[in-house]
């Protein structure tokens, strides 16, 4: 990694879920769902700023104690089909409001992918700064070996966050996960030992 680039990871973590009610709670390995993608993103060498984006005073507390730096999300991006971009947008638009902070690379890291460890996440941000960068946007993204993206892992500049139009410069890194929504998902990922 560069140690001079300045990196935002992103954990949004809600409190809601239909499929498995609680689910970035739901204990695994005997820490909260969430906490997972928080180890990973800790263990990532560089410059690293994590913040856990929710809407749950649970989830807020739990990071509080911590040292988990938070912010609260608007109830608008807490329901059920607001976009988790839209939920980066926000974190990165507050941060600029609140501190003039404007990292080099944003990574969105799923709250709901346990599986995701250092080794991934440092690869996934090698692999991107790899990447031709055209008018300041690039991104990559986290996919199975069978083409389809798993939602783990998104990275990308700080101009790529705000734009409006599809990404035309986008890579990826293939590695399967398993993300949890299910209460099957959740019991595939303990089957497994992770």
């Not at 329901?79 to 990165?92: N, T």
């Not at 700080?158 to 209460?183: A, C, E, M, N, P």
Request: aromatic share 6%; hydrophobic share 35%; with cysteine.
């Amino acid at each position: 990694m560069d140690k001079y680039s300045s990196v935002l990871i992103i954990i949004p973590a809600r409190g809601g879920s239909k499929r498995l009610i609680g689910k970035n709670k739901v204990i695994l390995n005997g820490l909260p769902l969430f906490m997972h993608s928080v180890n990973a993103a800790r263990k990532v060498k560089g410059n690293i700023r994590l913040i856990v984006s929710s809407d749950d005073n649970d989830i807020v507390k739990y990071c509080n104690e911590n040292n988990i730096f938070t912010q609260d999300r608007p109830p608008i991006l807490a329901l059920d089909y607001a976009a988790k971009q839209d939920v980066i947008v926000d974190v990165c638009t507050q941060l600029w409001e609140d501190e003039f902070y404007i990292p080099d690379i944003v990574v969105s890291l799923q709250a709901n992918s346990p599986e995701v460890d250092e080794k991934l996440l440092t690869g996934c941000l090698e692999k991107f700064k790899k990447l031709s960068t055209v008018n300041g946007c690039k991104e990559l993204i986290c996919i199975n070996k069978d083409g389809k993206q798993n939602g783990s892992i998104r990275i990308m500049t700080y101009k790529t966050v705000f734009q409006r139009t599809l990404s035309t410069y986008l890579g990826s890194f293939t590695h399967d996960l398993i993300d949890i929504h299910t209460k099957d998902d959740l019991e595939s990922i303990q089957n497994l030992g992770k």
